[in-house]
């Protein structure tokens, strides 16, 4: 395997910081730098709205790797530094203190940034987005009895908010646009589930909800105005409302984008000296057949370890399904696959009013496509040969909890 002479990754999560590390495993000879915009050392972002916003876990503990590490691995590492702009044609990347980096092969791993809402206030001092360590921390100082947080959008950010927020007590009223929480990503069925674990702890969840602006007395906010007229009083405003794929560099080289980098299943993006890895990679998936983005802890796990074995000249396909997890007060989910509930067949395995299941989404020749099992444990590894076999399964075998699962 013949090495670039330098290597340039810029992304500062963990899609990032697992790229230099593959990539130092397989190569001792060329230089690698990785370019970080936060000033803390590259680090996971789900503690951020899980164990970490609760409390639970030290930041540390979400550290990818230690200054120690990268020294000792000879990574130049580039902390508080962002990348401006990339000339493919010249094999530079621009830094925002107008140095540059030269490279011969270079990783993005930018990831997403969190969407605004073109409302009047959405600017006002006490509201936010999560994204970073620093937006964990203003979030959670905004806890606690006699406080009021109210939070827009009912997706996986919001919901994880607003259960770490009830545990320290704070007033929560979670406002969605769509008729029940995760609707898209669940269907009907299952996102009921999680629109009846949040009200039962509390939270004053309003569905089929249209917000119209984020109210301010002086420049601080006060409130959430809603399109029915009526108002929610609050002292801070969380906005979650999904996340875009960070492309600006990647359209600064040139490169095809199109609901992130479009790349092959090797992670190479149209330019073949440029790769994309976790949140901005829309991946074309051998097994699925399909491509896909996903905005998972998973994803920027696993793909850079293919991305950098194909950078260096050995083309490996990544085949990982994808995988998320949640908790949720008294909730634990594991997701694998990727389906799309309106178009595919819903089965139950378990009990949902008790919220121990296991959902199954099936495509019309009764294949798998997703799985999700709710506080039933150690289901990923039995269902995942069944995705990647294209195994043909009985639904109502499926659905009952008397027959074992099948296997491929």
Known sequence: MTSPQRIVVVGGGLAGAKSVEALRELTSDATITLVAAE??????????????????????????????????QHIDLRLNTRATAIDAVGHVVRLTDESTLGYDKLILATGSTPRRLAIPGADADGVATLRTRDDADLIASWFGRDKHLAIIGAGWIGLEVAAAARAADTHVTVLESADLPLLRVLGPDVARVFADLHRANDVDLRTATGVAAITTSGERVSGVGLTDGSHIAADHVLIGVGAAPDVSLAESAGIVVDNGVLVDSTLQSSDPDIYAVGDIANHDHPVLGRRVRVEHWATALNQPAAAAASLLGRPTPYTELPYFFTDQYDLGMEYIGHADPSNTRLVIRGNLAKREFIAFWLDADHHIQAAMNVNVWDVPDQIKPLIVAGTAVDPEQLADTGIPLPRA
């Open 39 to 72: 000033p803390h050392l590259p680090y996971e972002r789900p503690p951020l709205s899980k164990s970490y916003l609760a409390g639970q876990t030290p930041f540390d503990e979400a550290v990818v790797h230690t200054r120690d590490w990268y020294a000792d």
